[in-house]
């Protein structure tokens, strides 16, 4: 890499750790570094939840996977809004007002403590293992560009996440995730410039969408109503809501954020950004990812993006593989010209051959993903590995075509976006660690002193767990894929209690077998129907505890919330 993008990368990575530590300011006591003493404006709060889902994962795999399957991966946001209206309504004010550190302590107040404590603990597994995946993606970036093992590049990426998430607490994640939400967006537009400019002689940009469009890159709604296909216009709207309804109402990585608001008003505005804005940014993304997919029309890409494991096909099986570069070069040859042929016909205004010619373009795009298909499986049979290379098809791209400093910029932009969701969960890690188990079953009387100490100790613990986690995570394919799957396996299951938290006749009893339902129900369809898409795991999860728990709660007579939790509800 060339000393440019080093300064830049390296520049970044100091300023961060710097200005991390620096906001360690007021946070001797756990109210400070847990929730900020409660004083943080929206706009921080706000921005600080969108950088929080906006991981490496974000700019690595969506864009990835934009390159490979196109704009239907906005369809997964459609419930997002909706979802910020129900929470603003529901759960935000209820868990706010409440006064908890974490969202899980007001389940014992509805409830009881082993309902706490189950879900809880099924917080921290969920979140341990997808915070493992968000530094996987900017791992795999540093792997590419230095040529490293994918355990080393972890390290570089966990290490410096991790030491200025113990020292400052939220308000460190907070502040620093607002500078580098420009950082993220900045990378972002750069990265779009660089390819619209680098379109060739006689291409427009509306020629190029239009080829884009011919190869299904930019088919953006499907009203096919399926439970096996993932992104849909329905599995986006309703598996989409319960996602985004648990992810942002029920985990701790989101709940944490506004807690620390200043008041009800300012969580809610904090939410309410992310519903104005998140489906445009995700969609900036896709189009970075479609746009990389254009620009390689024209430009012969590799055969194989992971440059590791081409290396040992490379090695292990010369004459086939040397076969199918052969074969790739004509397919590839072929479908350039048919994408030129097209964008001229577009040019021209003869619609006719147009249409002829994207037909014609069509079965070239299909001989080259055919030996693209044949390559993985090769790939597949000499490593022993998952051969899919959706992750490694952006950072090919920067590091292999972009000019001088973007791309240090754009690993500026990954290390931004991962260094802002890895702290955000390590840091609710630790403080449902602390308050949901710590301090209530080993050491329940303590100055603030000592928690803060064993807190750090928390978070030094989930981020080793963590990159363990994200030395394996690279190979399971699509990241944004694989994050949302670990977190609709517990999510709708755990949404489904808070839910039950708000019907006044619900009992103890009927959430905690409700939970204990939910959790089987999921696990029964990811294992013996796994071609359900995982986003109906979340609704088939939330339904199972509502049916459940409310059963139960009727059998046993249930009776409306004690005078506390009334209290608490009263509130909201």
Known sequence: MHVVNWVIVIAYLVYVIYD?????????????????????????????????????????????????????????????????LILGVTLVPLLHRAGVFTAYEFLERRFDSRTRTFTSALFLLSRGMSCGVIISAPAVILSVILGLKLPVA????????????????????????????????GGLVALLAALLLGLPDGVRVDDALHVAGAAGRLRTFDFDFSLTETYTFWSGLIGGLFLMMAYFGTDQSQVQRY??????????????????????????????????????????????????????????APAEYAALQERYAQAFEQRRAAAHALAAARNAGDEAAARRLAEEFRAREQEVNAVRNDALALAARVTGENPRDVNYIIPAFVMNELPIGLPGIFIAAVLAAAMSSIAAELNSL??????????????????????????????GFWG???????VFAASLGSLIEVVNRFGSFFYGSILGVFLLALYRRATARGA??????????????????????????????????LIVGVVLSWVAGGRPATVAAEGVAAEG
């Open 259 to 316: 807690l620390t608001a200043k008041s009800v008003d300012e969580a809610r505005g904090s939410l309410l950004m992310s519903a104005y804005w998140k489906i445009p940014l995700q969609a900036l993304v896709l189009m970075v990812g479609v746009m990389v997919f254009v620009y390689y029309l024209f430009t012969q890409p590799p055969l194989l993006f992971n440059a590791e494991q081409e290396a040992r096909v490379r090695e292990n």
């Open 512 to 545: 905690f077998y409700g939970l204990i339902a939910g959790m089987s129900a999921v696990a029964a369809v990811t294992f013996l129907a796994p071609q359900v898409s995982f986003l109906w795991h979340n609704v088939i999860g939330a339904g199972t505890v």
């Open 154 to 185: 972890v390290a570089i990426i966990g290490l410096p996440t991790v030491l200025y998430t113990m020292i400052g607490g939220v308000q460190a994640v907070t502040w620093v995730d607002v500078k580098q939400m420009v950082v993220i967006v």
């Open 20 to 84: 991390g530590v620096r906001r360690a300011k007021g946070t001797h006591e756990i109210e400070g570094y847990f929730l900020a003493n409660r004083s943080l404006p929206w706009w921080a709060v706000g921005l600080s939840v969108m950088a929080t889902q906006l991981s490496a994962i974000t700019l690595v795999g969506t864009t990835g996977q934009g390159a490979s399957d196109g704009m239907r991966f906005i369809q997964f946001y459609f419930g997002l809004p909706v979802a910020m």
């Open 430 to 459: 630790s403080t449902a660690t602390i308050i949901d188990f710590y301090r209530r079953f080993v050491k329940p009387q303590a100055t603030d002193s000592h928690y803060l100490l064993v807190s750090k100790l928390a978070t």
């Open 464 to 470: 080793l767990f963590a990159c363990f986690v994200a």
